[in-house]
């Protein structure tokens, strides 16, 4: 879904970028998961409605931006 924000002419975090995988994919917005290690676009993923995953990769403190990841994945714990 790379091309996705040109197709709709938008940019994500907005929720049009988000509904495009609905439309194209056929599945329902629940059913959906979304994995990135960009906090910002796990909180416009969860927002949409989609089952998001964080990968805190560094660590990071997350933004109080209104909205909570499903999980947090801590590649650093997973590591041999």
């Known amino acids: 879904m790379a091309k996705a924000p040109t197709a709709v002419s938008r940019f994500k975090p907005h929720p049009r970028v988000y509904q495009i ?6 599945v329902p917005t629940p059913e959906v998961g979304f994995v990135s290690s960009n906090y910002w676009d ?9 089952q ?4 805190n990769r560094s660590h990071a403190v997350p ?6 990841p499903r999980a947090v994945l801590d590649v650093h714990d997973h590591q041999p």
């Open 21 to 26: 995988v609905t439309e194209r994919l056929g």
């Open 42 to 50: 796990v909180c416009g993923a969860a927002s949409f409605g989609f």
């Open 52 to 55: 998001a995953f964080w990968i």
């Open 63 to 68: 933004d109080a931006l209104g909205q909570q």
